[in-house]
T-cell receptor, first 113, second 112 residues
Framework: GAGVSQSPSNKVTEKGKDVELRCDPI?????LYWYRQSLGQGLEFLIY????????KSGLPSDRFSAERTGGSVSTLTIQRTQQEDSAVYLC???????????FGDGTRLSIL | GQNIDQPTEMTATEGAIVQINCTYQ??????LFWYQQHAGEAPTFLSY????GLEEKGRFSSFLSRSKGYSYLLLKELQMKDSASYLC?????????????FGTGTRLQVTL
């Protein structure tokens, strides 16, 4: 497709389980970002990829969170041993270069029971 | 640190003009973005300002004053479909700081 694609669109899981969220950026976009949006909060930066490397991981809230990007394209955000406070919408964005406007996917709504 | 303030909610009438303000205090500045986000949907890019002044794009305009740490988004000829949240975001100085820092958003309700 032409836009950023994220899957799954919704994920409900039990506390303590691991989850993987996927992002397919716009073709040709070298920069990829993960954000988190909690109810009543602004978008919170998690991690930034330039190609396959992550020069800025400063937003990852704990070592339970990790992300990788392969082939300069698809990225996976993994949350281990999920907690209820991890419940949020996880948004992925990509841009042609790191100083260009970011284009967002529809997000994954994660609910931890 | 980064601090971005914008009103939580605004209401305006169809056909009217509305101005959504955003003030920011950031460590360095390399551009300000406005995004529109309808409920349950992805934020969509509206405008980008890096120099002082007004950028006009159809019914939407965005203004920036770097010395005042201030921006506004102006929406003209409001339509019902403009009911959405409007997010102000700042990109800090250059380097590896390509991430955006977002305000909490302004929820705009357009009424008849």
């Amino acid at each position: 497709g032409a836009g950023v694609s994220q899957s799954p669109s919704n994920k409900v899981t039990e506390k303590g389980k691991d989850v993987e969220l996927r992002c397919d950026p716009i073709s040709g976009h070298t920069a990829l970002y993960w954000y988190r949006q909690s109810l009543g909060q602004g978008l919170e930066f998690l991690i930034y990829f330039q190609g396959n490397s992550a020069p800025d991981k400063s937003g990852l809230p704990s070592d339970r969170f990790s992300a990788e990007r392969t082939g300069g394209s698809v990225s996976t955000l993994t949350i281990q041993r999920t907690q209820q406070e991890d419940s949020a919408v996880y948004l992925c964005a990509s841009s042609f270069r790191d100083n260009q406007p970011q284009h967002f996917g529809d997000g994954t709504r994660l609910s931890i029971l | 640190g980064q601090n971005i303030d914008q009103p939580t909610e605004m209401t305006a009438t169809e056909g009217a003009i509305v101005q959504i303000n955003c003030t920011y205090q950031t460590s360095g500045f390399n551009g300000l973005f406005w995004y529109q986000q309808h409920a349950g949907e992805a934020p969509t890019f509206l405008s980008y300002n890096v120099l002082d002044g007004l950028e006009e794009k159809g019914r939407f305009s965005s203004f920036l004053s770097r010395s005042k740490g201030y921006s506004y988004l102006l929406l003209k000829e409001l339509q019902m479909k403009d009911s959405a949240s409007y997010l102000c975001a700042v990109r800090p100085a250059t380097g590896t700081a390509s991430k955006l820092t977002f305000g909490t958003g302004t929820r705009l309700q357009v009424t008849l």
